[in-house]
């Protein structure tokens, strides 16, 4: 007797708007955790386009709140892991993950005190509408390790428009500091698109702005620990000559020296490659 053929599968159950959800949950976005959420799903398919093709690849997510971007990620083709500290929003996205089996995986965890690495097994991309207050934090972990190149592919992030204008800021203009050099001395940054504030609800006091960045061959004989020391110095100070700001740096002044970078110089001057020339002066010199 032929068997009779197996039922389809059932359609993945319709999400309701995020207004709605909102709504329903009671959800409001804390000033507190620097929640601002965002609603326009055209606008969320656009952030997720930023970085190519998400078809089954492995994607970081932080804060994603009621889910706006989840389910945009999701749309794309991404297997999305989610870290959010905020429970109120866990019962909206474990809709959203019933509605995409197997395809996200939700974290209720501070953002700030995992390793994303310890989350995948292979290469992921990072994409997050970062939460203000924690960003740059976030931003300069996951820039910082000394292993390199790291096993992020990407990061698709965004900041306030001011934030993201020094991550992309060139040598002696008044945005350009510290995170420029950590952003751009073994990656490529661009601005990818300006976010109005009157796009998220409640609408910040500020325009925002999505930055991508992708990681580049490392200069050699650099020290990631080192080229931090030196910028954290050198703009620690900024107004002052690089003489007086990083005198409490051991073997810095006469690196500048040997290399012929004046030291009456401020730091907002130096180019990338000057300061990578300073520290790999200073590492060799351990």
């Known amino acids: 007797m032929n068997s009779s053929p197996p039922p389809p599968s059932s359609p993945a159950p319709p999400l309701p708007p995020l207004r709605e959800v909102i709504a329903r949950h009671g959800l409001s976005a804390s000033k507190a955790l620097g929640q601002n959420f965002l609603f326009d799903e055209n606008l969320l398919d656009r952030i997720a386009a ?40 866990l019962p909206a996205l474990a809709e959203v993950e019933a509605a995409f089996p197997g395809k996200l995986r939700v974290i209720e965890d501070d953002a700030l005190k995992i390793d994303p690495a310890s989350l995948f097994d292979g290469p992921y991309a990072i994409v997050a509408n970062l939460p203000y207050n924690v960003g740059t934090a976030l931003f300069t972990g996951w820039l910082t390790g000394e292993a390199w190149p790291p096993q992020w592919t990407s990061l698709t992030l965004m900041f306030q428009e001011e934030v993201a204008r020094r991550i992309i800021a060139e040598p002696d203009t008044s945005a350009y500091g510290r995170l420029a050099v950590l952003a751009q001395w073994r990656s490529r940054a661009r601005l990818a698109m300006k976010v ?61 020296e040997m290399l012929g970078i004046d030291p009456q110089r401020r730091a907002e001057t130096l180019s990338v490659s000057e300061f990578v020339a300073v520290a790999r002066v200073l590492t060799s010199n351990r």
């Open 196 to 256: 109005h504030r009157s796009a998220f609800t409640p609408p910040p006091k500020v325009m925002s702005a999505i930055v991508h960045v992708e990681p580049t061959e490392a200069p050699g004989g650099v020290s990631m620990k080192i080229l931090e020391r030196l910028t954290e110095a050198a703009f620690g100070q900024r107004r002052k000559m690089l003489r007086q700001s990083v005198k409490g740096l051991p073997g810095a002044i006469a690196a500048l």
């Open 50 to 89: 930023v970085p190519g093709s998400l078809a089954g690849q492995q994607v970081l997510e932080v804060g994603p709140g009621p889910g706006g971007l989840t389910r945009a990620l999701l749309r794309a083709g991404a297997k999305v892991t989610a870290i959010e500290m905020d429970r109120r929003c």
